[in-house]
């Protein structure tokens, strides 16, 4: 059974940085994609970031460009979102998520939203204040 599970959410300053982690069990995903999402209140679940375990291509939502880098490590367990230089308007929950395969030749898009994924974390807390 494969259990996805977040961590390292809490409370940031503005400006400072914070690093979240995700780790998969059960299973390896080293062929396939892990993403983070996040969702505030009153509004949709959006995506953040993505990142394919075999050859690291990476994919980052608009908002937290040049701000945010998702890596993983060599052994496809761990996915890792740093955050730097939060700002109060990233305050949410955090989903990390993951899909078995990975294709290059694929719309970037694809890889943006959530029915592309097939598992999921329940999510941590991040709240950035100003």
């Known amino acids: 059974q494969v259990e996805v599970v977040e961590s390292g959410g809490g409370l940031v300053q503005a400006g400072d940085s914070l690093t979240l982690s995700c780790v998969v069990s059960g299973r390896t995903f080293s062929t396939g994609v892990m993403g983070w999402f996040r969702q505030a209140p009153g509004k949709e679940r959006e995506f953040v970031a993505a990142?394919?375990?075999?050859?690291?291509?990476?994919y980052y939502a608009d908002s937290v460009k040049g701000r945010f880098t998702i890596s993983r490590d060599n052994a496809g367990r761990t996915v890792y979102l740093q955050m730097n230089s939060p700002k109060p308007e990233d305050t949410s929950i955090y989903y990390c998520?993951?899909?078995?395969?990975?294709?290059?030749?694929?719309?970037?898009?694809?890889?943006?939203?959530?029915?592309?994924?097939?598992?999921w974390g329940q999510g941590t807390q991040v709240t950035v204040s100003s």
């Open positions: 998520a993951a899909r078995d395969s990975y294709y290059r030749s694929r719309s970037s898009s694809y890889y943006t939203q959530q029915a592309s994924y097939s598992y």
């Open positions: 990142i394919s375990w075999s050859v690291g291509d990476t």
